[in-house]
C-alpha cells in the first residue's frame, strides 16, 4: 500500500504520479489521507489500480476514470465519477449533484444519498445508489442502468432516451416523456447482478422500472407542449 | 391589371407592406402549413453592421509603408502559453471553427484537416466526438468539450493539441443544437450513444458545471487530467462580451474563443440565428477591453469568429485587438459548400446556390453537409483540403498587404487607430473615427 498525503504534495503530483502507474505496475494499492475536500481528486486515472480517499472530496473526484477502482470513504462533491468510461467509483457517503454525469460505462456506487441530476446525460454508466436521489435524475440519459434503493426526487428521467432507471422506493414525479415500463426477467438479471456487485442487499423484486416512453424521439406539433 | 374601375375611377397603385413582406408572409405560411419553426444552417442574414463599414487609412507621411513581397509581415500566432507547457504554434492567425462530425460527413472533416493543416494552422472538432479522419489530418486539432459530451473519452482528449469548452455559440447564444433524424447515420449514432434516425438533442449547458466558479474547477480538472500540457479554450457567444470574457479569464482560460451572431450553426431556430446575440463587430472591443483591464491582453488570446469572409477582415479584426480568428461557413464555401455548378439541384430543393441553407435535411447537393453516402462521393477530400489550403493563403496574403500598407511588420501590429468607419453604428461599435472626423459615439470625453 502506498501512502499520498495530499496536503503535503499537492494535488498536481497525486494525479501525475497515479497517471505514471501503467497496466501491469506493482504499486496496484494506494491510499490518499488528508484529502480536505480538495477537487480533481485521481482525475484521468488509465490503469488497474485501486485508490482509497480517506475523507470527503470535492468537485469531479474520480472523473473520466478508465479501469481503475476508487473509494472515498467519506462524501464527494459535484460531478464524482463524471464522464467514467470504465472501472468502479465507490463512495461511502452522500454524493452532491451530477454524480456520474455523462458516464459512459464503469460502475459508479454511492452508499449515502445522491443529489440532484444524479446521472444527468449518462451514456452506458451504471449507477448504484443505496440511498435516496434528488430531482431531475437521469435528465436525458441516453444508456446504462440507474439504480436507486432509496426513493427518487421530482422529474425522474425527463427526456431520457434509453437508459434503465430503477427505483426501490417511491418517485415524487416523472419528467418530459418518462413512464413506468414493464420488469421482465432479463431487467431482474440485470439488477440481480448490480445489487451484488454494489453490495446492496436490496430485492431485485422490489424494485420499478422506468424509461423512455419515445414520444418526442422525433418532433411532432402534437407534442409541443412537451419541449 | 386595368388602370381604372368600371366606373372610370382610378386605382390606387397596388402598395406591398414594408411590414408583412413577401418574405415574412412565405413564413407564415409556412408556419401555419406545418406547425413548426423553422429551422436551418448557417448564421444570421439579416444586414448588421460589419467589417465592410470600416477602412484602414494606409500610410502616409507620419506612418511609412513596408514594401510589398520585400519586408517581412509576420503572420504566426501562438495560443495558450499562459498556463499550458505546449502552447499552439500557428503560421497564420486564421483557424478553423468547430463543426461536428454529424453536420458535416466524415469526407468534409478530413478536408478542413488537410486544408488547415498544409496552411499551417489548427482545426476543430465539433458536438459528435473526435474521427480518426480529422485527427490524421490535422497537425494541430482543438477537441471541443461541448454540454451534449457526445463522444468524449479522455483518450481523445489526451490526443487534441488543445480544448475548447464551449458554453455558447454566436448563432443561439443560450442554446443548445439539434441534430435531425435524416442525419443520424449507423456511425453517427454509435458515436453518440443514441439510436439512429431520432433527433439528436444538444444541451444548452454543461450537465456537471453552472457559473464561473464552477467553469475554473473544470478547468482544473480537464488541466489535471491532460497534465497542464494543452491549452484550454473558453468559447463564449458574443452575448455580454465584456463580463464573459472577464469571467472566462478569472476562470483560468488560455484563450478566449469569441462567436458573433453571423457566426454558423448546423442547426437551429431561424429565430434564434436572426434574434439573438450581437453582430461581430459590436462584440470586440467590449471584450478586448475586459483583457485590457485585467492586463491580460497579448497574454490570454482573444480569437474572433462570426463572418470573417477575406483578409480584409482578418486584418480589421486583428486591429481592433483580436490574436486571431476563426472561419466555419467561409471554410465551407471553399471546400465546394452553396457553389452554383449546383444550381439545378438547389432549385430541386426550393432554393439556389448562395442561399441553400437546410443543412440539418442531409440533402446537400455539394456532398458536404450530409451523411449520405451517394451524395458524399460527390466531395474529394483532397481537392476539398486543397482549395481550403488556397483560401487561407489568400486571405493571408491580404491581410499581410493591407497591415505592409499600414506600415506594420507583424500583423499583431495593427491597430485601432489605423482603421476608420463608414457609418456612425461602425464608429460606435469599433470606437474608432467616423470618417472624416476625430469622433465616434460614446468616445470619453465628448459628451455624447
Given at each position: 500500500m502506498q501512502t499520498f498525503d495530499l496536503e503535503a504534495l499537492g494535488l498536481r503530483k497525486l494525479n501525475s504520479t497515479l497517471h505514471e502507474?501503467?497496466?501491469?505496475?506493482?504499486?496496484t494499492a494506494w491510499e490518499v489521507i488528508n484529502?480536505?475536500?480538495?477537487?480533481?481528486?485521481?482525475?484521468g486515472l488509465d490503469s488497474p489500480i485501486e485508490v482509497t480517499i480517506k475523507g470527503s472530496t470535492g468537485y469531479?473526484?474520480?472523473?473520466?476514470?478508465?479501469?481503475a477502482t476508487i473509494k472515498v470513504v467519506g462524501s464527494a462533491g459535484p460531478?464524482?465519477?463524471?464522464?467514467?468510461?470504465s472501472g468502479k467509483v465507490i463512495i461511502e457517503g452522500d454524493a452532491s449533484q451530477?454524480?456520474?454525469?455523462?458516464?459512459?460505462g464503469g460502475l459508479l456506487v454511492i452508499k449515502g444519498n445522491a443529489s440532484s441530476r444524479?446521472?444527468?446525460?449518462?451514456?452506458?454508466i451504471n449507477i448504484v445508489v443505496h440511498g435516496n436521489i434528488g430531482h431531475?435524475?437521469?435528465?436525458?440519459a441516453q444508456s446504462g442502468n440507474l439504480v436507486v434503493c432509496g426513493d427518487a426526487g421530482d422529474?425522474?428521467?425527463?427526456?431520457?432516451?434509453e437508459a434503465r432507471l430503477f427505483v426501490r422506493g417511491s418517485v415524487k414525479s416523472l419528467g418530459a416523456d418518462c413512464e413506468e415500463k414493464e420488469m421482465r426477467p432479463e431487467h431482474i438479471q440485470i439488477l440481480k447482478e448490480l445489487l451484488a456487485e454494489a453490495e446492496?442487499?436490496?430485492?431485485?423484486?422490489?424494485f420499478k422500472r422506468y424509461g423512455s416512453a419515445?414520444?418526442?424521439y422525433n418532433f411532432d406539433v402534437d407534442n409541443a407542449a412537451a419541449y | 391589371m386595368s388602370s381604372h374601375d368600371e366606373n372610370g375611377i382610378p386605382h390606387t397603385t397596388p402598395r406591398q407592406s414594408a411590414t408583412f413582406t413577401s418574405d415574412v408572409n412565405s413564413d407564415i405560411r409556412r408556419a401555419a402549413a406545418t406547425g413548426i419553426y423553422d429551422i436551418r444552417g448557417g448564421g444570421a442574414k439579416r444586414k448588421v453592421?460589419?467589417?465592410?463599414d470600416l477602412l484602414f487609412m494606409g500610410a502616409s507621411i507620419s506612418r511609412y509603408p513596408l514594401e510589398g513581397y520585400r519586408e517581412k509581415c509576420e503572420t504566426s500566432v501562438t495560443i495558450g502559453?499562459?498556463?499550458?507547457?505546449n502552447p499552439i504554434e500557428l503560421d497564420i492567425p486564421i483557424t478553423i471553427a468547430g463543426m461536428s462530425f454529424g453536420a458535416l460527413s466524415g469526407p468534409a472533416k478530413e478536408a478542413l484537416g488537410r486544408g488547415a493543416s498544409a496552411a499551417g494552422t489548427s482545426t476543430t472538432t465539433g458536438d459528435g466526438g473526435m474521427t480518426p479522419e480529422e485527427r490524421g489530418h490535422s497537425s494541430k486539432l482543438v477537441y471541443q468539450y461541448l454540454p451534449?459530451?457526445?463522444?468524449?473519452?479522455p483518450d481523445d482528449l489526451r490526443k487534441a493539441d488543445a480544448i475548447e469548452i464551449v458554453v455558447g455559440q454566436g448563432a443561439k447564444p443560450g442554446g443548445g443544437g439539434m441534430l435531425l433524424g435524416?442525419?443520424?447515420?449507423d456511425r453517427v449514432a454509435e458515436m453518440r450513444n443514441l439510436p439512429k434516425g431520432i433527433d439528436q438533442r444538444s444541451a444548452c449547458?454543461?450537465?456537471d458545471w453552472t457559473g464561473p466558479d464552477d467553469l475554473e474547477i473544470k478547468i482544473l480538472e480537464l488541466r489535471e487530467i491532460t497534465g497542464w500540457r494543452v491549452p484550454i479554450y473558453v468559447k463564449v457567444a458574443g452575448a455580454r462580451p465584456y463580463y464573459d470574457v472577464t469571467l472566462a479569464v478569472k476562470a483560468g482560460a488560455d484563450a478566449v474563443v469569441l462567436d458573433g451572431m453571423q457566426g454558423g450553426t448546423a442547426a437551429t431556430q431561424d429565430v434564434f440565428i436572426e434574434h439573438v446575440g450581437q453582430p461581430t463587430l459590436a462584440i470586440i472591443r467590449p471584450a478586448v477591453q475586459a483583457l485590457q483591464d485585467l492586463g491580460m491582453h497579448r497574454k490570454v488570446q482573444l480569437i474572433l469568429s462570426g463572418g470573417i469572409r477575406s483578409g480584409a477582415d482578418v486584418a480589421k479584426a486583428m486591429a481592433l485587438g483580436a490574436d486571431a480568428v476563426a472561419i466555419g461557413s467561409a471554410a465551407l464555401i471553399a471546400l465546394g459548400?452553396?457553389?452554383?455548378?449546383?444550381e439545378t439541384e438547389y432549385n430541386k430543393l426550393g432554393t439556389t446556390a448562395g442561399a441553400?441553407?437546410?443543412?440539418?435535411?442531409?440533402?446537400?447537393p455539394a456532398g458536404i453537409?450530409?451523411?449520405?453516402p451517394e451524395l458524399m462521393k460527390r466531395f474529394d477530400p483532397i481537392e476539398g483540403g486543397r482549395r481550403l489550403r488556397n483560401y487561407l493563403k489568400v486571405m493571408t496574403l491580404e491581410a499581410q498587404t493591407i497591415a505592409r500598407a499600414c506600415?506594420?511588420?507583424?500583423?499583431?501590429?495593427?491597430?485601432?487607430?489605423?482603421l476608420v468607419a463608414l457609418t456612425m453604428e461602425a464608429a460606435a461599435m469599433?470606437?474608432?473615427?467616423l470618417s472624416g472626423t476625430d469622433w465616434w459615439p460614446g468616445k470619453p470625453g465628448t459628451g455624447y
Open positions: 502507474q501503467i497496466e501491469d505496475t506493482n504499486q484529502p480536505k475536500g480538495s477537487h480533481a481528486i485521481a482525475v469531479y473526484c474520480g472523473g473520466m476514470n478508465q479501469k460531478g464524482t465519477a463524471e464522464n467514467m468510461m451530477y454524480a456520474g454525469a455523462t458516464g459512459h444524479c446521472g444527468i446525460s449518462m451514456k452506458g431531475m435524475s437521469a435528465f436525458m422529474a425522474l428521467g425527463d427526456s431520457c432516451y446492496s442487499d436490496a430485492k431485485p423484486e422490489e419515445r414520444n418526442l | 453592421p460589419n467589417f465592410d502559453g499562459l498556463h499550458a507547457s451534449s459530451r457526445y463522444g468524449m473519452n435524416q442525419k443520424i447515420s449547458r454543461h450537465p459548400d452553396n457553389d452554383p455548378k449546383w441553400y441553407d437546410d443543412w440539418h435535411e442531409g440533402k446537400d453537409t450530409t451523411q449520405d506600415g506594420k511588420n507583424h500583423m499583431h501590429n495593427l491597430e485601432p487607430e489605423d469599433a470606437r474608432v473615427p
